[in-house]
Nanobody, 120 residues
Framework: QVQLVESGGGLVQAGGSLRLSCAASESTFSFSAMGWYRQAPGKQRELVARILRGGTTNYADSVKDRFTISRDNAVNTVYLQMSSLKPEDTAVYYC??????????????WGRGTQVTVSS
């Protein structure tokens, strides 16, 4: 059973920074993609950033130039460095890992989430 454990959330003032970590129980190379999603109260879960096995990264427009996703394959961990935080970044942040079992068959794994609160 794949386990993803997030850490690093907390309360920060607007303009501040936080770094989230996601430790995976299996090699990061075993996943086709890993990423971060977030869900604010009353809103749908949305993609924040993801990194593909080959290293390509994608970001939501709302976080481009402020957030950076990276990974350390030696410790099976994915990071999300968040800078210039805004109150609208307040949400529960979830780590996600995707594995392709067959063409067109993708399995998603999720962490339990970590709360990020940005005060104005």
């Amino acid at each position: 059973q794949v386990q993803l454990v997030e850490s690093g959330g907390g309360l920060v003032q607007a303009g501040g920074s936080l770094r989230l970590s996601c430790a995976a129980s299996e090699s990061t190379f075993s996943f086709s993609a890993m990423g971060w999603y977030r869900q604010a109260p009353g809103k749908q879960r949305e993609l924040v950033a993801r990194i593909l096995r080959g290293g390509t990264t994608n970001y939501a427009d709302s976080v481009k130039d402020r957030f950076t996703i990276s990974r350390d394959n030696a410790v099976n961990t994915v990071y999300l460095q968040m800078s210039s935080l805004k109150p609208e970044d307040t949400a529960v942040y979830y780590c996600n890992a995707q594995r392709s079992l067959a063409p067109g068959l993708i399995v998603d794994y999720w962490g339990r989430g970590t709360q990020v609160t940005v005060s104005s």
